[in-house]
């Protein structure tokens, strides 16, 4: 069974323009990671944040988390024509999770 | 090497024929994944193997069988499949399973496979 829901299921963007997705979880996590997957390919680890973090920065991504809302969001600031992909968050409790997941276009 | 490789790329079999999807990596990694993706759909774990031994089977087909000779190998092998597990399957390796929610996971490419 799957933990996280993701929205929206589908974003798309001119490049250069931020783009934020949300992943909203059910139970309680050790921390929360979040993965790209270009079409048809492996998933690609991006960040990870633990529970006890709130903010994360990695290059153009920034994560956040707020455990008491069971939410994180993912931020990519300046995209570009490149970031175009499904990115899917990822819970650890006692299992690994993965999301819905955000399918993500970034128009040149 | 941070990689994990798949062979094959890609699969079309029969239902009536046997065959299996590889999965290497060597990383030193003692926590290897099958996972199984359908289009437009996330991964669902299949099973997990911890320091070779299978730890976590998810109420998978009996249809398809896992085996790992060794702490850098890990198969899947196939018997008797129906067209709806055509699908993209997803190898991935971390350093150990009790770690999971601490190491990200390495994911191979996967193997496409079609089940006619």
């Known amino acids: 069974s799957q933990q996280g829901e993701e929205d929206p299921q589908a974003l798309s963007i001119q490049e250069g323009e931020n783009a934020t997705m949300n992943c909203s979880y059910k139970?309680?996590?050790?921390?929360l990671q979040w993965y790209r997957q270009n079409s048809g390919r492996g998933l690609v680890h991006l960040i990870l944040i633990r529970s006890n973090e709130r903010e994360k920065h990695s290059g153009r991504l920034r994560v956040t988390l707020d455990t008491s809302k069971k939410s994180s969001s993912l931020l990519i600031t300046a995209s570009r024509a490149a970031d175009t992909a499904s990115y899917f968050c990822?819970?650890?409790?006692?299992?690994?999770?993965f999301g819905t997941g955000t399918s993500l276009t970034v128009i040149p | 090497d941070t990689e994990v490789t798949q062979t094959p790329k890609h699969l079309v079999m029969g239902m009536t024929n046997k065959k299996s999807l590889k999965c290497e990596q060597h990383m030193g990694h003692r926590a290897m994944y099958w996972y199984k993706q359908k289009a437009k759909k996330p991964p669902e774990l299949m099973f997990v193997y911890s320091y070779e031994k299978l730890s976590i089977n998810e109420s998978v087909p009996s249809r398809f069988s896992p085996e790992c000779p060794n702490s850098s190998l890990l198969n899947l092998h196939l018997h008797a499949l129906q067209p709806e597990d055509s699908a993209l399957y997803l190898c991935a390796s971390s350093q150990e399973q009790r770690l999971a929610g601490i190491n990200e996971q390495f994911f191979g490419p996967g193997t496409r496979l079609t089940v006619l």
């Open positions: 990822a819970t650890t409790g006692n299992q690994f999770y």
């Open positions: 139970t309680s996590i050790n921390n």
